[in-house]
């Protein structure tokens, strides 16, 4: 597989000063290093995982089609196959996004001011590579990694290129690990697999700290910025968010999902009907899981950074009331 370059020109920052500065985050610092693990020895990996115990996890929220009838009238051993698959095609995604956090938050230890952000953000590279780690271990048992979405693969890139620092924490801390921290929480009660149980929540327990990490820095931060700093800042999250709502994007992530639809025995003529006919529906839709909506935006909402300006396109986007 080809190596890909990202171009970045923020410049590292050396900070001499070794004195706290931001208490909260030498506070969060010393929590990090007490709740370390390790994703060789802390996980039971000689249980053994059963494909249909595994939870239908191809959304966030659990899975919106387990009561569709192109999936109920499959054989049991394709609707098992399907499940498999696709969980994998999820957690794949989680796999890809773990890397691009451990990226980002090297490119943090680099480029914040403050010697108490660069202590908490070198503590969160080994937990991404730790979450790089158990992800790909645990994919292993069912299948096989699966490319990563066009729309997330964006978003990280747009995170690593990012030319403030306060958009990569933004970004990452505020916007991708608020959404992490929700999906695994959300898996957890999905799965009755006790492997897959344990790793989603150990992961979710770190993803909250790097999301208090964010949250702590921005409300130290943005009070001193410029108004044209923030609202440059506040476009770069809507963009975000943007992104990952594209009805364009989402269709093109579909696709792989409707291959694997195909590969076992599903009619795509039969399922695109069901699946228009069910997303349709107002009432279905409003149902269905939100982790947008859940665990983003009131972070976003918590530093201030939707504003008169940006509120009616997270509205647009079905974001925001």
């Known amino acids: 597989m080809e190596l890909e370059d990202i171009v970045t020109g923020i410049k590292p920052y050396w900070k001499f000063d070794y004195e706290?500065?931001?208490?909260?985050?030498?506070?969060?610092?010393?929590?990090?290093?007490?709740e370390q693990w390790n994703a060789a020895t802390d996980i039971d990996w000689h249980l053994?995982?059963?494909?249909?115990?595994?939870?239908?996890?191809?959304?966030?929220?659990?899975?919106?089609?387990?009561?569709?009838?192109?999936?109920?009238?499959?054989?049991?051993?394709?609707?098992?196959?399907?499940?498999?698959?696709?969980?994998?095609?999820t957690l794949s995604q989680m796999l890809h996004g773990e890397q691009g956090a451990m990226m980002a938050c090297g490119q943090l230890v680099e480029v914040v001011p403050d010697m108490d952000g660069k202590l908490y953000a070198s503590s969160q590279v080994i937990d991404e590579a730790r979450h790089v780690e158990v992800f790909h271990r645990y994919i292993k048992r069912l299948d096989r990694v699966?490319?990563?979405?066009?729309?997330?693969?964006?978003?990280?890139?747009?995170?690593?290129?990012?030319?403030?620092?306060?958009?990569?924490c933004v970004?990452?801390?505020?916007?991708?690990?608020?959404?992490?921290?929700?999906?695994?929480?959300?898996?957890?009660?999905?799965?009755?697999?006790?492997?897959?149980?344990?790793v989603v929540g150990l992961t979710a327990q770190?993803?909250?700290?790097?999301?208090?990490?964010?949250?702590?820095?921005?409300?130290?931060?943005?009070?001193?910025?410029?108004?044209?700093?923030?609202?440059?800042?506040e476009d770069f999250a809507l963009a975000a968010l943007k992104l990952l709502n594209d009805p364009e994007g989402q269709a093109?992530?579909?696709?792989?999902?409707?291959?694997?639809?195909?590969?076992?025995?599903?009619?795509?003529?039969?399922?695109?009907?069901?699946?228009?006919?069910?997303?349709?529906?107002p009432v279905f839709v409003a149902n269905q899981p939100n982790?947008?909506?859940?665990?983003?935006?009131?972070?976003?909402?918590?530093?201030?950074l939707i504003t008169d300006r940006t509120a009616e396109d997270y509205r647009?986007?079905?974001?925001?009331?």
């Open 20 to 34: 706290p500065n931001v208490k909260a985050l030498r506070d969060l610092y010393e929590v990090a290093k007490k």
């Open 48 to 89: 053994e995982t059963d494909p249909a115990t595994v939870g239908e996890i191809a959304g966030p929220g659990g899975d919106p089609l387990k009561d569709f009838d192109f999936i109920k009238n499959l054989p049991d051993d394709k609707r098992l196959e399907l499940s498999k698959r696709r969980s994998c095609w």
């Open 146 to 168: 699966y490319p990563i979405m066009d729309n997330l693969k964006a978003l990280l890139q747009a995170v690593l290129e990012a030319d403030m620092w306060q958009k990569k």
């Open 171 to 198: 970004g990452m801390q505020v916007i991708a690990e608020s959404l992490a921290m929700g999906s695994f929480k959300m898996m957890k009660e999905g799965t009755d697999d006790e492997v897959l149980r344990q």
């Open 206 to 233: 770190d993803e909250a700290r790097h999301v208090s990490f964010g949250l702590i820095y921005m409300k130290e931060e943005l009070p001193k910025m410029t108004e044209e700093a923030r609202d440059e800042l």
């Open 252 to 281: 093109k992530t579909a696709e792989p999902l409707f291959k694997i639809f195909g590969e076992v025995g599903i009619d795509l003529d039969v399922a695109m009907a069901e699946l228009q006919e069910k997303f349709s529906d």
């Open 291 to 304: 982790p947008f909506k859940q665990y983003v935006i009131p972070q976003l909402d918590r530093l201030g």
């Open 316 to 321: 647009t986007m079905g974001l925001r009331n």
